[in-house]
Each structure stands twice: as structure tokens, then as C-alpha cells.
């Protein structure tokens, strides 16, 4: 039987931008974002845009948020990121508008094939459609698609595409019933 070898890895292949602006990055994120002592939300979309992110009006980052790479990042506008949230952004992220992602949650754009032996990197975009919510420590795995207005629940898992108008829970988050909205 094989085992894993992880002298064998190699993400050669997987070019997530210039190294100087990496480590800039680097630390412009531990300076302001992962900061508990900085409340304010409009520093760090300015920071967010110099950076190549495409940032909506109305967003509230709160203190303690870890983004991988503004430059694959996407935030539609009224969308709020709440305390400890992990955006793992190795790949393309979309938040659209009136997303709220609720406080630790992570959104992990990586994950490692252990059918090889080399434990080789997989990449896939995250997408939040309109309206969705992300529970508090909830999981949203790679090439995942949240639908309209569905709803991961606290704690939950998502490892599979979220339908629309529903609500999820679990690990694996598993379908609950339908959401509705009162106007």
C-alpha cells in the first residue's frame, strides 16, 4: 500500500501573485485586519481596493478577519464579515450583495488530494450568491456555490453546492427545509 510522501509536494504550478506584494500583504493584514484593535471598516476597504479587490458600498468588516489574497476577492455591496472570519481566498471569491458571513467562519478555497501520494494542492472558487448567510463556524469548502438566499447553518459543513431559498446543517451540512422570507 502507498503512503503519503510530503517531500514529494509540489505547488509549483499554482502562481498566487507577485512575492513582494505578497508579503506586503502580509503585513497590511496583520496590521489592520486581523487587528482587534481596528473597528473600522472603511480603512480596510480602502486597503481592500488598493490591493485589487472589488469591494461594494455598505460593507462592514469587523476586527480579527484573515484574507488570503484581496486580489481574487469579490464583496458585493451591504455585505457584512463578521469577527474571525478566515477567508482562505487561494482561488477566485465571490460575496455578493447582502451576504452576511457570520463570526469564524472560514471560507476555504484549498484542499490537498490524498489519493497521491505527493498530497498535490487543489484550487477551486468560493461563490456567495445574493442574500446568502454563513452561520457562525461554519465551513464552505472548495468550487462550492451558495445559491440565492440559502443558509448555512452555525457549525455546518458545506462540501457541496447549496441550492437556493434553503436551508442547510451539518457536517456534511445536509438540506433542512426551505427559507422563507416575510416581506
Known sequence: MSKTDLSKFNNNYYKPGNVVVRVFWYCINLLFFLNPWNPFSFIKIFLLRLFGAKVGKGVVIKPNV??????????????????????????????????????????????????????????????????????????????????????????????????????YQGNPAIELRERTIAG
Open 66 to 167: 484573515n484574507i488570503k489574497y484581496p486580489w481574487k476577492l469579490e464583496i458585493g455591496s451591504n455585505v457584512w464579515i463578521g469577527e474571525k472570519v478566515w477567508i482562505d481566498n487561494l482561488a477566485k471569491t465571490v460575496i455578493s450583495d447582502n451576504v452576511c458571513v457570520s463570526q469564524g467562519a472560514m471560507l476555504l478555497c484549498g484542499n490537498h488530494n490524498y489519493k497521491k501520494t505527493s498530497f498535490d494542492l487543489i484550487v477551486r472558487q468560493i461563490i456567495l450568491e445574493e442574500g446568502v448567510w454563513i452561520g457562525a463556524q461554519s465551513v464552505v469548502c472548495p468550487g462550492v456555490i451558495c445559491k440565492s438566499h440559502s443558509i448555512l447553518a452555525v457549525g455546518s459543513v458545506a462540501t457541496k453546492s447549496l441550492n437556493a431559498y434553503t436551508i
